[in-house]
């Protein structure tokens, strides 16, 4: 019988982060073969992770990743069970692991949200070819045993334009959002004041106040939630007996309320609400000279 040593099972948690003991149960049940004994520690993770898939993730982190040139950033949700493990080392190096691997991918060349996680879950790990995704969420599981999940990610990438893209976030990663910022000159996006607006930008989005925006501007808001809108409208209005004669004009008034709580360029400033965004990104424009643009946006909500 071959002699498990304590080197050898430190090395082996070293590799794979599981306890000692689950360490020198694997290294003894593969006979002291270390790679083996990596593989046996993977399908056991793997296993653990198919029991706890049933169980209820409703904690976690939404994470926000920005490239060296500032241009270009992810964002990520990944959820767990529970906020003790969400704050544990063990699942922030997972959340930094797969912000990294989509950073690498094909996927951070082009702006949008990415809902398909089933493909993504299915997707060759940046690190290790033989390895997927779901894999490494798996290993994941086995060693912090708790049900975890990839739930959502999206892009902004403007690389190639006169652009920052920033993030924000709230209380620990339970709420993050990015947004992506044009100017007209280069030199703007060094600007302290620029920086500045960028960050209350960010902020407005994560805030979320007087409600979650949905667009940045009006022309942004999707066909399927204005139509919604206007039809809830009419309804209610229908409801209240108001004559027919003024039922469009009721609607539309009513739709203005919604613009300006739910479009962010209309939404009250949130450091100085007798003022729109708006009003301020024209504000510091102004002083420097230059062109400001809100490009587009997003924000990830634990239990969204």
């Given at each position: 019988?071959?002699?498990?040593?304590?080197?050898?099972?430190?090395?082996?948690?070293?590799?794979?982060?599981?306890?000692?003991?689950?360490?020198?149960?694997?290294?003894?049940?593969?006979?002291?073969?270390?790679?083996?004994?990596?593989?046996?520690?993977?399908?056991?993770?793997?296993?653990?992770?198919?029991?706890?898939?049933?169980?209820?993730?409703?904690?976690?982190?939404?994470?926000?990743?920005?490239?060296?040139?500032?241009?270009?950033?992810?964002?990520?949700?990944?959820?767990?069970?529970?906020d003790f493990v969400a704050r544990t080392d063990d699942f922030r190096s997972l959340v930094?692991?797969?912000?990294?691997?989509?950073?690498?991918?094909?996927?951070?060349?082009?702006?949008?949200?990415?809902?398909?996680?089933?493909?993504?879950?299915?997707?060759?790990?940046?690190?290790?070819?033989?390895?997927?995704?779901?894999?490494?969420?798996?290993?994941?599981?086995?060693?912090?045993?708790?049900?975890?999940?990839?739930?959502?990610?999206?892009?902004?990438?403007?690389?190639?334009?006169?652009?920052?893209?920033?993030?924000?976030?709230?209380?620990?990663?339970?709420?993050?959002?990015?947004?992506?910022?044009?100017?007209?000159?280069?030199?703007?996006?060094?600007?302290?004041?620029?920086?500045?607006?960028?960050?209350?930008?960010?902020?407005?989005?994560?805030?979320?106040?007087?409600?979650?925006?949905?667009?940045?501007?009006?022309?942004?808001?999707?066909?399927d939630i204005l139509e919604e809108e206007k039809r809830i409208y009419r309804e209610q209005?229908?409801?209240?007996?108001?004559?027919?004669?003024?039922?469009?004009?009721?609607?539309?008034?009513?739709?203005?309320?919604?613009?300006?709580?739910?479009?962010?360029?209309?939404?009250?400033?949130?450091?100085?609400?007798?003022?729109?965004?708006?009003?301020?990104?024209?504000?510091?424009?102004?002083?420097?000279?230059?062109?400001?643009?809100?490009?587009?946006?997003?924000?990830?909500?634990?239990?969204?």
């Amino acid at each position: 019988m071959v002699e498990i040593n304590a080197t050898l099972v430190k090395e082996l948690r070293k590799r794979t982060g599981v306890g000692l003991m689950e360490c020198k149960k694997a290294l003894v049940g593969t006979e002291g073969d270390l790679d083996k004994a990596v593989e046996a520690l993977r399908v056991q993770g793997l296993a653990m992770a198919t029991k706890k898939a049933g169980r209820t993730a409703e904690d976690g982190t939404a994470a926000a990743w920005i490239n060296e040139q500032g241009d270009a950033g992810l964002l990520l949700e990944v959820n767990c069970e529970t906020d003790f493990v969400a704050r544990t080392d063990d699942f922030r190096s997972l959340v930094n692991d797969l912000l990294a691997h989509f950073a690498a991918s094909e996927h951070f060349s082009t702006s949008g949200a990415y809902d398909d996680i089933e493909a993504l879950l299915g997707e060759a790990y940046y690190k290790d070819s033989e390895r997927t995704v779901r894999d490494v969420i798996a290993e994941a599981v086995g060693k912090i045993g708790e049900n975890i999940q990839l739930s959502r990610l999206a892009v902004i990438n403007l690389s190639g334009r006169s652009a920052l893209v920033q993030p924000y976030e709230h209380a620990g990663g339970r709420v993050t959002s990015l947004i992506g910022i044009e100017a007209g000159k280069p030199e703007t996006l060094k600007d302290e004041k620029f920086l500045a607006l960028a960050k209350d930008l960010a902020m407005q989005v994560a805030a979320g106040m007087p409600r979650v925006p949905v667009a940045i501007n009006r022309d942004q808001i999707p066909e399927d939630i204005l139509e919604e809108e206007k039809r809830i409208y009419r309804e209610q209005t229908l409801a209240e007996g108001k004559p027919e004669n003024l039922v469009d004009k009721i609607v539309t008034g009513r739709l203005n309320k919604f613009f300006k709580e739910a479009v962010l360029l209309e939404q009250p400033f949130i450091k100085e609400d007798k003022q729109n965004v708006q009003k301020i990104v024209q504000s510091v424009a102004s002083e420097l000279g230059d062109e400001i643009t809100p490009v587009m946006f997003f924000r990830f909500a634990i239990g969204d």
